[in-house]
Nanobody, 124 residues
């Protein structure tokens, strides 16, 4: 599967952005989807994951309550709605896909396919 992330940009602290990740192929619904991010000078970290149907989600503590992951299997797209953004949310955001049904996974090595990343910059 090929993944294409979009929706990044510059936003002021307290603002919102919605990222999208479009997947190619006809088997999108068979992949657990996740979002990761990498801030300048830091390692890539887990942000959120969503189950095959979209009925279950999992968030990193730093974004829980502010970010919402969702998916539309008919459109082969996963979303990350980001609210109450903070300067520390500044990073390149990557979407990722994982074969199988286990969705409570937050390690990079658990994911099989990666998008190219989209830059989110939050100004103070």
């Amino acid at each position: 599967v090929q993944l294409q992330a979009s929706g990044g940009g510059l936003v002021q602290a307290g603002g919102s952005l919605r990222l999208s990740c479009a997947a190619s192929g006809r088997t999108f619904s068979s992949y657990v989807m996740g979002w990761f991010r990498q801030a300048p000078g830091k390692e890539r970290e887990f942000v959120a994951a969503i189950s095959l149907s979209g009925g279950s989600t999992y968030y990193a503590g730093s974004v829980k309550g502010r970010f919402t992951i969702s998916r539309d299997n008919a459109k082969n797209t996963v979303y990350l709605q980001m609210n109450s953004l903070k300067p520390e949310d500044t990073a390149v955001y990557y979407c990722a896909a994982r074969r199988g049904s286990s969705w409570y996974v937050d390690r990079q090595s658990d994911y099989d396919y990666w998008g190219q990343g989209t830059l989110v910059t939050v100004s103070s």
